[in-house]
């Protein structure tokens, strides 16, 4: 499975952007889904996770009621909405795809080469 994320920019504080990360494999329908993020001089940590079937989803307290995650399995393609947007949320953004169910576990088996979020104040 191979992972593109795209979607990344500069926003300001309060706006709005959407990712997206299209996937290529054909089994990619049956696997879960998240989105890491990493600021400068920080770890990777998790933002949200969404199981295969699109039916349950999971959110990092930071992003909860502003972050969406969402797939469309005809189209291999996974998004993030995120919405009011805060200088914190500035980071480079990763998907990640396992054929297992991984959360907030970072040991997902296949990742993106990231894209760029710049939230200004």
């Known amino acids: 499975v191979q992972l593109q994320a795209s979607g990344g920019g500069l926003v300001q504080a309060g706006g709005s952007l959407r990712l997206s990360c299209a996937a290529s494999g054909r089994t990619f329908s049956s696997y879960a889904m998240g989105w890491f993020r990493q600021a400068p001089g920080k770890e990777r940590e998790f933002v949200a996770a969404i199981r295969w079937n699109g039916g349950s989803t999971y959110y990092a307290d930071s992003v909860k009621g502003r972050f969406t995650i969402s797939r469309d399995s005809a189209k291999n393609t996974v998004y993030l909405q995120m919405n009011s947007l805060k200088p914190e949320d500035t980071a480079v953004y990763y998907c990640?795809?396992?054929?297992?169910?991984?959360?907030?576990?970072?040991?997902?088996?296949?990742w993106g080469q990231g894209t760029l979020v710049t939230v200004s104040s």
């Open positions: 990640a795809t396992d054929p297992q169910y991984r959360g907030s576990d970072v040991r997902y088996g296949y």
